[in-house]
């Protein structure tokens, strides 16, 4: 992955700004691993471009808010990994009240973990940035029968950029550029659920989610549940 794309999300987080994904999107995610975790005695989840961790906190929200979830928090660990380098404050602040979160920087498509490591992945219109090697390292990571959620990007919120004609040669259309390109697979459910099949990753429900302001779509996903090596894990999966 380009170190440009690193750059400029580490400048991005630097500061006081917030996701630049829309707050619909984490929120679902948090709640979509909220089920997942009262349904489920313990575990690792993996969160890939994980940026400010504004999901993790979200999740947080939600389990401390349940009572019986509320006492499993010592029984799950949380890796938030992203490319960018991230403010460990933003870490501390989740951490609060026992939740186990483990900050990595580091490649989505060369990830530093063993085979099978993660009994659930999930990410939020992120893991497009990497590719299919991406997509090939998430599912080695990922153990057998282990569930993942994705939010994918849906490539018709790029169509203002060409009418606008955005430049590829700043920082920001670079990027745009970039996660454009990775992102053509996912124009509907037959084209994800055959990507995603190649790799192992087998979809369970995938829903198309949008944020409109009057007549124009501001952002637009593939909201995506499965498992990996199996179609009978579908009990543990909650989609909206």
Request: hydrophobic fraction near 35%.
């Amino acid at each position: 992955m380009s170190d440009y794309i690193r750059e400029y999300y580490t400048e991005h987080y630097r500061g006081n700004k917030d996701s630049d994904t829309p707050r619909e999107s984490i929120i679902s995610l948090a709640r979509r691993s909220f089920q997942w975790i009262k349904d489920t005695g313990e575990g690792t989840i993996l969160d890939i471009g994980a940026g400010k961790a504004a999901m993790e906190y979200e999740l947080r929200n939600m389990v401390l808010g349940n009572t019986d979830t509320r006492k499993k928090l010592d029984q799950f660990h949380v890796v938030s990994l992203d490319l960018a380098e991230i403010n460990p404050k933003y870490f501390r602040r989740t951490n609060e009240n026992k939740l186990d979160i483990e900050p990595v920087q580091a490649d989505s498509r060369l990830l530093p973990f063993r085979d099978g490591t993660f009994d659930r992945i999930v990410s939020n219109l992120a893991l497009e940035f990497g590719g299919e090697e991406a997509f090939i390292e998430a599912s080695r990571v990922l153990a057998d029968r282990g569930t993942f959620s994705f939010n994918l990007q849906d490539p018709s919120i790029f169509e203002p950029d060409d009418e606008m004609g955005l430049k590829t040669n700043t920082p920001f259309g670079s990027v745009r550029d970039n996660l454009k390109m990775n992102s053509n697979a996912f124009t509907d459910e037959t084209s994800i659920r055959s990507y995603l099949l190649q790799f192992g990753l087998n979809p369970v429900a995938i829903t198309r989610k949008e944020v409109r302001q009057n007549d124009r779509v501001l952002s637009a996903w593939w909201e995506v549940d499965g498992t990996k090596n199996t179609l009978e894990n579908s009990d543990l999966l909650t989609t909206e």
